[in-house]
């Protein structure tokens, strides 16, 4: 017999205790650590794939905590409570942003709130965001994106890539 087998022979509550043990430490990282989720739709062109990347989102960044303009975040869609949407920061408290897609015929700016920030896709034709809801509370903000990927091959340290901040800034002036 084996060290394991011979270890939780004879003991059906050390069974039960470990079990327990290790899904009460999955719970933890699930909640409060670390998620898996999908990221499909044409709304994130270029940046995720529209038959869905796979992507690992850091729980720690909850209620927009060390967020920063060009993360992209998960977040409770306000208009759509029981659903989740990812998109990207552009704007943070204080910061001024276009209310409506470059080239629109209004030119409205709009300064974000306390508490707030303002989301929107990567394909502006296909997205709603921040422009159809407005300013999102911080409050609302699942994780954010550390990683994307899809599940090809076998080797699993290959499946994912960092997810870097998507803006760059304008060195031209």
Not at 26 to 42: D, E, K, L, M, R
Request: proline share 8%; net charge neutral.
């Amino acid at each position: 017999m084996g060290h394991w087998a011979s270890y939780f022979a004879g003991h059906p509550f050390r069974v039960f205790v470990h079990c327990g043990q290790t899904l009460a430490l999955a719970h933890y990282i699930f909640n409060y650590q670390y998620s898996v989720g999908w990221g499909y739709g044409p709304s994130m062109l270029p940046t995720f794939l529209v038959d869905g990347d796979i992507l690992i989102f850091d729980k720690h960044h909850r209620r927009g905590r060390d967020v920063q303009v060009g993360d992209c975040v998960s977040y409770h869609i306000p208009v759509s409570p029981d659903e989740d949407g990812v998109k990207r920061v552009i704007g943070m408290p204080g910061d001024y942003v276009l209310m409506n897609s470059p080239g629109a015929t209004s030119d409205r700016m709009l300064q974000v709130p306390k508490g707030h920030c303002y989301l929107v896709g990567d394909n502006l034709p296909w997205s709603r965001d921040s422009r159809d809801f407005g300013p999102l509370p911080l409050a609302l903000i699942k994780g954010k994106a550390i990683a994307k990927g899809q599940m090809v091959g076998w080797n699993p340290w290959k499946w994912f890539e960092p997810l870097p901040n998507g803006l760059t800034s304008d060195d031209s002036s």
